[in-house]
């Protein structure tokens, strides 16, 4: 009662506190609702919950001489890793800590059997839910294992799933959910991501102050050399391509310009045909994509460019990580709006007319021309024009913030909880900036298309 009470005052005083406390609009209202309701869920549910589950092994000796060694095995990794930095986790030991997390799943499911007995098995109707969650790590370490024998993803990032950090705390979770009574929902999800998260960087600041070995600095030392050169030559790179091929700063903000009028051009469109015609909608995506297209067609005909100068190389790998890239974060954004839905009021939801013509042209549109447009315009043609006269980073954003123009229309502007997407543009647009630098332009597009194919999934799900 005292924390709710601590909470609504809170909010209160921070609606106060509002800068803009005598304007009332549908946007400010809903986005004061929507802070309000987020931050009485964090500090209500989530902050509590987090204490709860860091505070477990002292509450519960049961749980305390279970978790014990992996705290101590966790501890004893870092500090190794500390000292001995010329080393890596290796695809034996990441193999080996997948076994473990097979080991753990089983003493849940002997806890479980000697609670319920054979009942446990049941998993038509099953005693308690924790069957399937223990299911569930057991299933997870599984694959984990399959995947390190046969060395089936980048050592980056098996390496990094299977060290001591993500799987220790694995464990630790699937203890806490199973011994005790602490519910499996959005708080203890939320908990255990910040846990995660604290840790990593705890262990990364011990890492730090441990004493490395004389073996251990040399290597160290090398990789910043090796690094710093690295850096210097794509930078060196990238300012001999855009001195050669002359790309001059203003073109960006021309090619930006002709997009905002084509911007303007379509919310004309929606509000003097498509409400007369819904069928015509799911034109818009196709109309955009095919001018931004023409758009970076003419930038690399006006400057004697070959799209290579673009940072496309056409490699396979590139586009198997941007479909990779794609795919997680729609899962992120997916969790997102599964966690939004649980603490907002119901969002409105929008779904295609069943009909052959709008579904064809909204995959074609939405899927295929709307993503390959916006990438050769604004990763390809805009950020490569930015970077001219920027440094990276500041390229990355600029063309980000252009990039939030194309998803204007009059649905989000009649539905001023839409506005939220601006950001999940933005932050879209950053990732596949970094992308095009990092591994091609052809990275950004497959991350592109990726993310709207699942999304147009969504939308089609009233037709399956």
């Known amino acids: 009662m005292v924390l709710n009470e601590t909470v ?42 987090f204490i709860e589950v860091v505070t477990v092994p002292f509450n519960e000796p ?47 499911l ?16 099953p005693p308690s839910y924790k069957i399937w969650l223990v299911i569930g790590i057991g ?31 694995t464990a630790y979770i699937a203890i806490v959910l199973v011994y005790t009574q602490i519910p499996l929902d959005w708080a203890t999800f939320i908990a255990s991501i910040a846990l995660l998260i604290l840790l990593i960087y705890v262990f990364k600041f011990v890492r730090e102050l441990t004493p490395m070995t004389e073996t251990a600095e040399q290597h160290v030392e090398r990789l910043k050399r090796q690094e710093l050169k690295r850096k210097l030559y794509l930078e060196k790179l990238e300012l001999r391509q855009a001195r ?38 799911w034109t818009i995506p196709l109309i955009q ?53 649980t603490v907002l009021p119901e969002l409105p939801k929008f ?38 006269r920027m440094r990276k980073r500041n390229a990355i954003i600029t063309q980000s913030l252009m990039f939030l123009i194309n998803g204007i229309n009059l649905t989000l502007l009649n539905n001023p909880v839409l506005y939220l997407g601006f950001i999940s543009t933005f932050v879209m647009g950053i990732i596949l900036g970094y992308l095009r630098d990092k591994w091609g332009l052809e990275s950004a597009i497959s991350t592109h298309i990726t993310i709207n194919a699942i999304g147009t999934l969504f939308w089609l799900k009233p037709l399956f």
Not at 9 to 14: C, F, K, V, W
Not at 29 to 45: E, H, M, P, R, V
Not at 110 to 125: E, R, S
Not at 360 to 385: C, D
């Open 289 to 341: 994509g095919l001018f931004m297209i023409l758009m970076a067609v003419i930038y690399l005909k006006k400057r004697n460019l070959k799209i290579y100068n673009l940072n496309y190389d056409g490699e396979v790998k590139e586009w198997l990580i941007g479909i990779i890239f794609g795919f997680a974060a729609m899962v992120v954004y997916g969790l997102i709006n599964l966690f939004l839905s």
């Open 8 to 49: 609504n005052a809170t909010i209160q005083n921070l609606t106060i506190r509002s800068p803009l406390p005598s304007i009332s609009t549908p946007l400010t209202d809903s986005l004061n609702g929507i802070t309000s309701a987020i931050l009485q869920f964090f500090i209500s549910k989530a902050v509590p919950r």
């Open 139 to 169: 299933t997870i370490s599984l694959v984990q294992l399959i995947i390190n024998y046969f060395h089936a993803i980048p050592k980056r990032i098996a390496f990094f799933i299977n060290s001591s950090i993500p799987t220790n705390m």
């Open 244 to 281: 050669a091929a002359d790309a001059v700063f203003k073109d960006a903000f021309i090619m930006f310009f002709a997009n905002v009028w084509l911007v303007v051009g379509l919310i004309l469109f929606e509000m003097f045909v498509v409400k007369n015609n819904l069928d015509v909608f």
């Open 110 to 125: 002997q806890f479980l059997y000697n609670k319920f007995g054979w009942a446990t098995f049941d998993l038509i109707n």
């Open 351 to 388: 779904y295609f007319k069943d009909t052959m013509y709008n579904i064809l042209i909204a995959f074609i549109g939405n899927v295929i021309v709307l993503p390959l447009g916006a990438e050769l315009l604004y990763r390809g043609a805009i950020q490569r024009s930015l970077k001219a």
């Open 62 to 108: 049961g749980v305390f001489w279970i978790v014990i060694p992996l705290i101590i095995s966790m501890v004893l990794m870092q500090l190794y890793f500390g000292r001995h930095r010329e080393e890596e986790l290796g695809w034996n030991t990441a193999f080996g800590n997948s076994i473990a997390l097979i080991f753990v799943s089983m003493n849940l």
